[in-house]
């Protein structure tokens, strides 16, 4: 009965048998009868018919509400089993990576077939942890990764803007060297060489670490895709010269076998990472 339902709900919004059968890819005659059909099983008349016009009955427009409902039930039912039936999978990565990872999602929406991509804003720690619990199929953290994940696809990120607070002298470009008096916060592994006064951050958690820059406990060597990304009030970047620091970053998985997705997922962060 649903495709009378259906062929009801036509007839009723084009007020025109050949015009509805048109839209649904029908004969008239055909169209005429799903709704004799449709009359019958419910016993109510639901049109009248002349030969210039169809109007609804009475009874007609007191269904047509509820034929769109089960319409749009259906739709949403065939919507979720389409869902149901494609190839997902789920992404945590840092919140820098964000403009690689919508590249990457886009790119995995475009294959035939396409693969559905759900993601999660998560730091090395809690991307770690959703690997192991299976929370997500991947995820792209700081390197070095944790010697139970496979890893690969990896690239750099370098770390040329300094967070200061709002109110601190500096403006302009500053040189690695003047950092040796400073209290600098370090959110990466490797930047021993950096001058000042070092004090650690958690990795990836650049959202905490503005939080201490703010508060005057430090300044913030930072990737400039973060200070695009960041909107603060109390916190300035400038930019920051001579430290050659950089962030390196990978996809990370656990366990094998590996999926079909995932081998996908590996191919397309690589294309995605040497094409723009």
């Known amino acids: 009965m649903l495709?009378?339902?259906?062929?009801f709900a036509r007839v009723a919004d084009r007020l025109s048998f050949s015009r509805a059968a048109a839209d649904l890819g029908m004969s008239q005659p055909a169209m005429s009868q799903a709704i004799t059909r449709l009359e019958t099983a419910l016993d109510l008349r639901l049109f009248e018919?002349?030969?210039?016009?169809?109007?609804?009955?009475?009874?007609?427009?007191?269904?047509?509400a509820q034929a769109d409902?089960?319409?749009?039930?259906?739709?949403?039912?065939?919507?979720?089993?389409?869902?149901?039936t494609r190839p997902a999978i789920r992404i945590a990565y840092p919140a820098l990576a964000g403009p690689l990872v919508a590249r990457?999602?886009?790119?995995l929406a475009a294959r035939t077939p396409p693969i559905a991509v759900e993601l999660s804003v998560?730091?090395?720690?809690?991307?770690?942890?959703?690997?192991?619990?299976?929370?997500v199929a991947a995820a792209i953290v700081a390197m070095p990764a944790p010697a139970r994940f496979t890893t690969g696809a990896r690239f750099h990120v370098s770390v040329d803007r300094l967070a200061v607070p709002a109110d601190h002298p500096w403006r302009n470009r500053v040189l690695a060297g003047q950092l040796a008096e400073q209290r600098v916060l370090i959110p990466g592994r490797g930047w021993a060489r950096l001058p000042g006064i070092h004090r650690q951050v958690a990795e990836d958690d650049f959202a905490a670490a503005l939080d201490?820059?703010?508060?005057?406990?430090?300044?913030?060597?930072?990737?400039?895709l973060v200070a695009r990304a960041v909107r603060r009030e109390d916190v300035r970047f400038v930019?920051?010269?001579?430290a050659e620091l950089r962030l390196t970053y990978g996809l990370a998985w656990l366990g094998e076998p590996v999926a079909p997705e995932l081998i996908t997922l590996v191919r397309v962060v690589q294309e995605a990472l040497w094409t723009r």
């Open 69 to 84: 409902e089960v319409l749009a039930a259906m739709d949403g039912f065939e919507a979720e089993a389409a869902r149901l």
């Open 3 to 7: 495709r009378e339902i259906q062929c």
């Open 212 to 224: 201490l820059v703010a508060a005057g406990a430090g300044l913030l060597p930072i990737p400039q």
């Open 122 to 135: 998560a730091g090395r720690a809690a991307a770690a942890r959703a690997l192991d619990t299976g929370e």
């Open 104 to 107: 990457i999602a886009r790119r």
């Open 49 to 64: 018919r002349t030969p210039r016009e169809v109007r609804l009955t009475p009874a007609g427009r007191g269904l047509l």
């Open 239 to 242: 930019p920051l010269e001579g």
